[in-house]
């Protein structure tokens, strides 16, 4: 079965030892701190940026107001999609958690999608799946009521981080302008899925008891 590239991970696991030693010697680890920005709007595009652990909201300010694009997880380019389409980055990244990036220079990788024809297929292969990601992200919030994009939410976590106890690293009122609901429905629907036995939630902390009905809420909801 060919292998799916849908995180930047796996994109890069195609390149060949000696070809990963040379993009990473001249690569650069950075630590950002929870709520540091990573990535400011209007930043020139010089480099990638891997996130080799932690979580990374994109936002865009529109109108005095923020709006949420994504959510990023381990393994994952921060903006991957503008890197060869504009000359600056037009969100902000900001770290939700302590994050460990990776910042890669670009001509080097480009060099390597010239000669690395392999690469280059698993490149575009995820930057396919990013876009249709990022679609399908909001397309989903938008059509769903607030206990399903809660939902849908809480299951995104669960799948990126592959555990069923996890901290998800914001307020209620961030969830709220995330899913685009008020800061009462999202305590209202947790109150809900805990009294349901759906889950058990203290402060950040989200243990997923009843994954088939949490996972039935977030598609139909």
Known sequence: MELIHSSGKTCLSVLQKEEKDELYKSSEILIFSAGELVVKSGTPVHNLYFIKS??????????????????????????????????????????????????????????????????AMAFIQYIS????????????????????????????FQKSLNQKTFEIPLTRQDIARIIGFSKESVLKNLASFRKEKIIESEGKSIRIIDSDRLNNIAKHG
């Open 129 to 156: 799946w990013v876009n249709e990601d990022f679609i399908n992200w909001h397309m989903k919030l938008k059509e769903k009521n607030s206990a399903g994009a809660l939902a849908f939410i809480i299951c995104e």
């Open 54 to 119: 932690g979580i990374v909201e994109l936002s865009l300010n529109r109108d005095s107001k923020k709006q949420a694009l994504n959510l990023l997880f381990e393994g994952d380019f921060i903006g991957i999609n503008c890197v060869y389409s504009t000359s600056s980055y037009r969100f902000s990244a900001k770290a939700l958690t302590e994050c460990e990036i990776e910042i890669i220079n670009r001509d080097i990788f480009s060099d390597l999608l010239q000669r690395n024809k392999d690469f």
